[in-house]
Nanobody
Framework: QVQLKESGGGSVQAGGSLTLSCTASGFTYEHSDMGWYRQTPGNECELISSISSDGSTYYEKSVRGRFTISHGRAKNTVLLQMNSLKSEDTAVYHC?????????????????????WGQGTQVTVSS
């Protein structure tokens, strides 16, 4: 059974940091592209960062220089280190694997393209 389980969300003041973690099971993690999506209050999802099976990374321009994606020390885990958080980073963050569309779109359609999708973790940044 495929599962993506996110953790690490919470509430933080602007300028603070959080690290999100996603643990994957039920598929071949080593051959997969992993990504993090941000879900807006309007229920749109946008890819903010991804790491490919070959190690190449992508960052959406609003998080470039502030967020870092990496594989965790624990097996089948991908991390998202978020620094210098802003109020506009407040959202539900979803972990996803393979077939990762970049453009912002309704979450239902994005979820239908990605192979695997996690339930999400809430990040709240107060100013």
């Amino acid at each position: 059974q495929v599962q993506l389980k996110e953790s690490g969300g919470g509430s933080v003041q602007a300028g603070g940091s959080l690290t999100l973690s996603c643990t994957a099971s039920g598929f071949t993690y080593e051959h997969s592209d992993m990504g993090w999506y941000r879900q807006t209050p309007g229920n749109e999802c946008e890819l903010i960062s991804s790491i490919s099976s070959d190690g190449s990374t992508y960052y959406e321009k609003s998080v470039r220089g502030r967020f870092t994606i990496s594989h965790g020390r624990a097996k089948n885990t991908v991390l998202l280190q978020m620094n210098s958080l802003k109020s506009e980073d407040t959202a539900v963050y979803h972990c996803a694997a393979d077939g990762l569309p970049r453009a912002r779109a309704p979450c239902d359609s994005v979820r239908g393209v990605a192979n695997y999708w996690g339930q999400g973790t809430q990040v709240t940044v107060s100013s």
